[in-house]
């Protein structure tokens, strides 16, 4: 029986999330920005240290907050973000207020969902277009130690442009959230290589 995980991309508009997404599974990049207004599901397989995993990708449309108790029924762009078994948070590396954004996110999942199941789920911050390097609002470090040492959360930077470390950000938040469904924590996870243009990402 193939596992299936769903993930959850939230972000303030314009951060690259679609993009991100788009990278990942069709291996295409758009320079036309069209806002996501609606939520939309991806749905692509992957490959992770032998096994494989049917992904359940939300491409969720920008919130005012995450979605309490039963509200997420109500407003159908926030369909399964509630009980996703893990969150992408994507700010613009470029945009101070959309980490402001991710901040106010990331702080409302942790007291919804710790708080209902006593345990934390996995939470990946994305740092995205990496490529516009030199005008990013603060250094990487001091963002990086932030998510670590703090919120206890995975940090990574990409481009979906230039399909920088994409790949690499899903591998360590679905690495992640294997671990904390098996009893042994596997390090081992390791990137083999990627398919070209298929619904499989080995990873």
Same mark, same amino acid.
């Given at each position: 029986?193939v596992?299936?995980?769903?993930?959850?991309?939230?972000?303030?508009?314009?951060?690259?999330?679609?993009?991100? *997404?788009r990278?990942?599974?069709?291996?295409?990049?758009?320079?036309?920005?069209?806002?996501?207004?609606?939520?939309?599901?991806?749905?692509?397989?992957?490959?992770?240290? &032998?096994?494989?995993?049917?992904?359940?990708?939300?491409?969720?449309?920008?919130?005012?907050?995450?979605?309490? &108790?039963?509200?997420?029924?109500? @407003?159908?762009?926030?369909? &399964?973000?509630?009980?996703?078994?893990?969150? *992408?948070?994507?700010? @613009?590396?470029?945009?101070? @207020?959309?980490?402001?954004?991710v901040?106010?996110?990331? %702080?409302?999942?942790?007291?919804?969902?710790?708080?209902?199941?006593?345990?934390?789920?996995?939470?990946?911050?994305?740092?995205?277009?990496?490529?516009? %390097?030199r005008?990013?609002?603060?250094?990487?470090?001091?963002?990086?130690?932030?998510?670590?040492?703090?919120?206890?959360?995975?940090?990574?930077?990409?481009?979906?442009?230039?399909?920088?470390?994409?790949?690499?950000?899903?591998?360590?938040?679905?690495?992640?959230?294997?671990?904390?469904?098996?009893? %042994?924590?596997?390090?081992?996870?390791?990137?083999? &290589?990627?398919? %070209?243009?298929?619904?499989?990402?080995?990873m």
């Open positions: 029986m596992e299936t995980l769903s993930i959850a991309v939230i972000g303030a508009p314009g951060v690259g999330k679609t993009s991100i *997404i990278q990942f599974v069709y291996n295409d990049f758009s320079e036309v920005y069209t806002p996501t207004r609606t939520r939309f599901v991806y749905r692509p397989s992957v490959i992770l240290n &032998g096994n494989m995993y049917e992904l359940k990708i939300l491409d969720v449309p920008p919130m005012t907050s995450f979605p309490p &108790g039963s509200s997420e029924w109500l @407003d159908l762009r926030c369909r &399964g973000v509630r009980n996703a078994n893990a969150y *992408i948070l994507v700010y @613009d590396i470029c945009c101070v @207020d959309s980490f402001e954004y901040k106010m996110i990331r %702080q409302q999942i942790v007291e919804n969902r710790y708080t209902a199941t006593g345990t934390s789920v996995p939470i990946l911050v994305v740092g995205s277009k990496r490529d516009l %390097q005008q990013r609002f603060t250094p990487r470090r001091a963002v990086s130690v932030l998510v670590k040492k703090t919120w206890k959360c995975g940090y990574v930077e990409c481009s979906a442009k230039f399909n920088w470390h994409v790949v690499l950000l899903f591998k360590e938040l679905l690495g992640s959230a294997v671990a904390r469904g098996m009893r %042994q924590n596997h390090t081992s996870i390791r990137l083999q &290589g990627a398919l %070209q243009r298929n619904r499989c990402t080995l």
